[in-house]
Structure formats: structure tokens, C-alpha cells
């Protein structure tokens, strides 16, 4: 049963290219969350998606990113003509159901690095 | 607003002794607190889950307590072996929540 997977793991891009997160949650799980996390610093929520729903996506900037969890595929997350500023780890989780009382099950990320 | 907080510093223990992990939460009301670990390089593993109407779970040799009045959880790791270092992140969720806040960790080094 395989876990969360993320690809790929290391991305390297230069700036005012187009970044393309995949995410494939584990089998059976229909929620998603995308997580942002910085060297030395906790992981900040960016968006939670419910199979081709956004439900919350406060944490996630209004310019240049965009997230999406098709009925079929992988959740994507997007971020369109990056920056230096968008160098860090991207983590995706997925859950059975909305998450509270259910562990979220995390991928190892995706590290970003704009020249 | 919502804040969570975790020793910044690293801690630092000998094998054999009992580490205990703090988590300080404010503007909150959770119904639930998770912990997971984190490893370097790797995505953050459940550990753990307490209610609000529960005191103290442990599992192994780990035990959390949860105490709403003062609005914290502590972590506790008896017997701590080196391969227990690693870096240890606490999440309170409110009733109906699901877009948890992690904090920004403790992260624990045991020594041999």
C-alpha cells in the first residue's frame, strides 16, 4: 500500500519559469493538503483540496500559484513565473477524511530551488 | 490570531532520560492535538493524536497530555534512544477544522 508520493523531489527552475508540483495521495484518500515549509521553520498550510473541489486555499498567495485535485490524476500545485522567494519545500498530505480526528499522511516534498 | 508555540531551542539529552516536548497554543480551542516527527530531508510522520476530553495517551514509550485550561500539550519520550533525534511538530485542530497549523517544531538530539 503505497504512501503519499510526490515528484518530483527536486525541482530546480530560474526565474519567471513555470513550477509543476505533482502529488498522487494514497489509495482510497480523497482530501489533499499543500504545505509550504522554509529551512529551520514549521510547515504553513497553502491549500486543502477535495477530489476536483478547492475547499480552502487562504493559505495559498492570490498571484501565480493555483492548486488542483482532478477526479482522475495526481493534485497538482502550480506556480506560474517564480521567484526567489518561492525556493522551499513543498509537502503534500492526504487524509481519508477531513482532517481533526485522522492522521495526515504525508509525501517527502518537493524542493524547489529558483536560480 | 491563532499561535503555536514550541521550544525554539534544540534540546539536548542523554540516552536513557526522559525528553518532554512542550506545545503552547493561543486564540485556540481544539478539539484535537496531533504530533508528529519529522526527520531531515523527509515529510512529517503521525504520531500521536489526544482529545480535549482526554488527559494523557500514550503509546510505546511515548505519552502526550493535553491540558485545555492551561492550553498546552506536553510530549514525553522515556528510554530515549539517539535514533529518537529528530525534529517534533505539534497540531492543535478545532472542532470541525481542517486546516491544521502545524508549529515550527522542537527538534531533539539524543546523545550516546
Known amino acids: 500500500n503505497a504512501g503519499v508520493m510526490q515528484n518530483p523531489r527536486h525541482l530546480v527552475r530560474r526565474r519567471g519559469q513555470e513550477a509543476r508540483l505533482r502529488c498522487s495521495p494514497m489509495k482510497g484518500h480523497s482530501h489533499v493538503y499543500w504545505y509550504r515549509q522554509l529551512p529551520e521553520e514549521g510547515l504553513k498550510f497553502m491549500v486543502y483540496l477535495q477530489k476536483e473541489n478547492i475547499i480552502d486555499e487562504s493559505g495559498m498567495p492570490k498571484e501565480r500559484f493555483s492548486a488542483e485535485f482532478p477526479k482522475e490524476g495526481p493534485s497538482i500545485l502550480r506556480i506560474q513565473q517564480v521567484v526567489r522567494g518561492d525556493s522551499a519545500a513543498y509537502f503534500c498530505?492526504?487524509?481519508?477524511?477531513?482532517?481533526?480526528?485522522?492522521?495526515?499522511?504525508f509525501g517527502d516534498g518537493t524542493r524547489l530551488s529558483i536560480l | 490570531s491563532q499561535k503555536i508555540e514550541q521550544n525554539s531551542e534544540a534540546l539536548n539529552i542523554q540516552e536513557g532520560k526522559t525528553a518532554t516536548l512542550t506545545c503552547n497554543y493561543t486564540?485556540?480551542?481544539?478539539?484535537?492535538l496531533q504530533w508528529y516527527r519529522q526527520d531531515p530531508g523527509r515529510g512529517p510522520v503521525f504520531l500521536l493524536l489526544i482529545r480535549e476530553n482526554e488527559k494523557e495517551k500514550r503509546k510505546e514509550r511515548l505519552k502526550v497530555t493535553f491540558d485545555t485550561t492551561l492550553k498546552q500539550s506536553l510530549f514525553h519520550i522515556t528510554a530515549s534512544q539517539p535514533a529518537d533525534s529528530a525534529t517534533y511538530l505539534c497540531a492543535p485542530v478545532n472542532t470541525g477544522g481542517f486546516k491544521t497549523i502545524f508549529g515550527a517544531g522542537t527538534r531533539l538530539f539524543v546523545k550516546a
Open positions: 486564540n485556540y480551542s481544539p478539539a484535537y
Open positions: 498530505a492526504s487524509s481519508d477524511e477531513r482532517t481533526g480526528s485522522k492522521p495526515q499522511h
